[in-house]
Structure formats: C-alpha cells, structure tokens
C-alpha cells in the first residue's frame, strides 16, 4: 500500500472503529509513548541493557507500526499529505547531504 493508501485506511477505522481523533496534544504524548517504546527494545536487543522478563516477546515490528499510525494520525488531522511531504523530503536530503556522507571519514570507519 502506499502512504497516502494508509493514510486513507487510518482515517477510515478512526471513523468507524474510534469515534474521532484524539486531539493533536494528545497524540503527540502518545507518539512519544510508542517512539519509548521502539527504544525500549532497541536498547536490550541491540544495545547494553539486558532485557526483563517483561519485555520478551515485544514485536519491533509491531512497536514501529504503532508509530507510523499515530504519525498518520496527526498527519490526517493537520492536513499533511505524508506522500508529498516524504518526497520533498528526499529531494531536500539528497541535495543538501549528497556528499556530505560520501566526505565524512567518520563513516567509512568500522568500529
């Protein structure tokens, strides 16, 4: 599916399933509670910390999905077309940054 199909199928349960949109300051907290989250398994799977026994069992996958669809939430109800805005995005990126990462020494050492 593409952004803007997502986009469409968020808004559609929303509407159906969710009653209405929790207010933009709400879902900012909650997207910060999900990015928390995606952190959280991300540091005992692939960083230092070891894990509990509550955090067995916790999907990367599903704990990202959770964060693309309170993005597209806040998307849906600002009025921001995530297609259009990724694409300006890159194009942003590729101009400004296009030999920065190619130049930076820092990045063809391993470590």
């Not at 209405?20 to 952190?39: D, H, K, P, Q, S």
């Not at 130049?103 to 391993?110: I, M, P, T």
Request: glycine share 6%; charged share 30%.
């Amino acid at each position: 599916m593409t952004i803007n199909e997502a986009q469409q199928r968020v808004d559609n349960w929303i509407k159906t399933y969710g009653v209405r949109y929790f207010n933009e300051l709400t879902n900012m907290a909650i997207l910060t509670e999900e990015v928390g989250e995606v952190a959280r398994i991300i540091a005992r799977r692939y960083g230092e910390q070891s894990c509990k026994p509550s955090d067995e069992g916790k999907d990367l996958g599903d704990e990202l999905a959770d964060v693309l669809w309170v993005v597209m939430c806040l998307a849906n109800q600002t009025g921001v077309d995530l297609d259009a805005a990724l694409e300006r995005n890159i194009a942003k990126k590729t101009q400004r940054d296009s030999h920065r990462h190619l130049d930076n020494e820092k990045l063809s050492k391993k470590y």
